[in-house]
């Protein structure tokens, strides 16, 4: 009878463009398998945790853990209209999907999603 895999062993993977992040579970691991067993190699640990020999010296370099912000998208649609979604939300004190009502009727054909994450 065969038993289920431990949670560690579990693959998971998460990438960002090209490069995978290493979630800050797995940095603590990383970080802690090292310092009660500085005899465990790199490509052992990486094993256990399922991710690359490369990640694992990423987090054995690093003092903190890996952490991942987003840039902020410029979107070119609303430029035109930003004075306009300026003073509805400013000054006028609309809610967004007003704002994006009169945006519509003054000719925006962009996508709700980038006005809701404008302000």
């Known amino acids: 009878m065969k038993s289920d895999p431990p949670l560690y062993k579990i693959p998971y993977k998460f990438f960002v463009g090209e490069e995978e992040v290493l979630k800050m579970e797995d940095?603590?691991?990383?970080?802690n398998l090292k310092k009660r067993n500085p005899n465990l190699g790199t490509r052992k640990i990486a094993e256990v945790l399922n991710v690359s020999?490369?990640?694992v010296k990423?987090?054995?370099k690093s003092q903190t853990y890996p952490s991942y912000f987003?840039?902020?998208t410029a979107y070119k649609e609303l430029e035109p209209f930003h004075e306009f979604i300026k003073e509805s939300f400013v000054f006028k004190k609309q809610r967004v999907s007003?704002?994006?009502s009169n945006l519509r009727y003054k000719g925006y054909k962009g996508s709700n999603i980038a006005v809701f994450t404008l302000y």
Do not use: D, E, H, Y
């Open 27 to 31: 940095w603590v691991t990383i970080v």
């Open 53 to 55: 020999r490369n990640a």
């Open 58 to 60: 990423r987090a054995l």
């Open 70 to 72: 987003r840039s902020k």
């Open 98 to 100: 007003v704002t994006i």
